[in-house]
């Protein structure tokens, strides 16, 4: 059974929670996680790479010899995309639609088989309830290196799913460069998959079971 570890304000460990038994059983689908990430990467991409055809480039009004008799090649214009400063061909117009469609099933679907990826990786903390004494980015840095260690020599990469938590420990992690904040309607696969560290509330965490594997 997949335990997961609860913290309290000290950064000590104050007890574990069980995972769902349709937590559990659920599968992971990576082919679906996959096509998540491309469509949401895909889907705020702008098109802003441009080059000019033919028909934009400037020059090349008359035609640069006459058709016979030169024993050259035959030539229409020098705006040709084989000649030098000509037009380029089959170029990028700045106007490419990189948007991929996955209906509503798919995407909960991604998303609850990247949620449950991390849950089974060790790389979700649970947060007990509690109130913050003060504004204070020192003291919330030092609680996240206690309950979330090192990576690498250096702080993990950590998405912080907020649901309405205390209001200074926000204001005090919001300044901390490794803490990324994301309100829990708004978790994405892409944020999930780009993070080490998954630090949630137990009110947060029976939230999303209940809306992944329960419902």
Not at 114 to 123: G, L
Not at 143 to 148: E, F, G, N, R, V
């Amino acid at each position: 059974m997949t335990e997961l570890k609860i913290y309290d304000k000290k950064g000590k460990s104050v007890g574990t929670r069980e995972l769902a038994p349709e937590a559990e059983s659920f599968e992971i689908n990576e082919n679906l996680v996959a096509w998540s990430v491309k469509r949401q990467l895909g889907n705020a991409r702008k098109p802003i790479a441009k080059t000019k055809s033919r028909s934009e480039v400037a020059g090349g009004g008359r035609k640069p010899w006459r058709q016979k008799g030169t024993g050259r090649a035959r030539v229409g214009t020098i705006r040709s995309p084989i000649w030098r400063g000509g037009g380029v061909a089959h170029g990028p117009t700045g106007k490419e639609n990189y948007e991929t469609k996955m209906n509503k099933k798919q995407r909960v679907a991604a998303l609850a088989s990247a949620w449950k990826d991390k849950i089974v990786n060790d790389e979700v903390l649970l947060l007990k309830a509690f109130k913050w004494d003060e504004y204070s980015t020192r003291k919330a840095a030092g609680l996240l290196s206690a309950i979330c260690g090192e990576k690498d020599g250096k702080a993990p990469k950590t998405l912080f799913l907020e649901q309405g938590e205390d209001e200074k420990f926000l204001k005090s992690i919001t300044n901390l460069p490794q803490v990324k904040i994301l309100p829990l309607k708004r978790i994405n696969t892409f944020d999930l998959l780009d993070a080490d560290v998954v630090l949630i509330g137990e009110d947060g965490f029976a939230a999303l079971e209940e809306r992944f594997f329960k419902s």
